[in-house]
């Protein structure tokens, strides 16, 4: 017998997602799919000027991943500060 069935529920565990509301949860796909598109862009780009030889991956994706965490805050604090919320608050 499943728990629906049964009446019972199952406990929520709170978890990263539970830290934005609807559009906050939104803003962070559409700034990760960006910054895989900006990824993309960068590395095909600047690849093939380089020299032959082996370079760490964490040449593209720092920078990449810092422009996206920028992204994201500034648009939050825009987003929060035109009332559009972004993150839950304490019993919502």
Do not use: N, Q
Not at 1 to 14: L, Q, T, V
Not at 17 to 28: Q, S
Not at 38 to 60: K, N, Q, R
Request: glycine residues 12%; contains cysteine.
């Amino acid at each position: 017998m499943s728990d629906e069935e049964s009446g019972r529920k199952r406990p929520h565990y709170p978890g990263p997602a539970d830290w934005f509301t609807v559009p906050g949860r939104l803003l962070l796909i559409f700034t990760l799919i960006g910054c895989m598109g900006l990824f993309y862009w960068y590395f095909m780009s600047t690849a093939e000027s380089l020299p032959g030889g082996s370079y760490p991956i964490l040449m593209w994706i720092v920078p990449v991943a810092l422009a996206g965490l920028a992204f994201f805050v500034a648009a939050a604090f825009v987003f929060e500060r035109v009332g559009v919320r972004i993150y839950r608050r304490g019993g919502d």
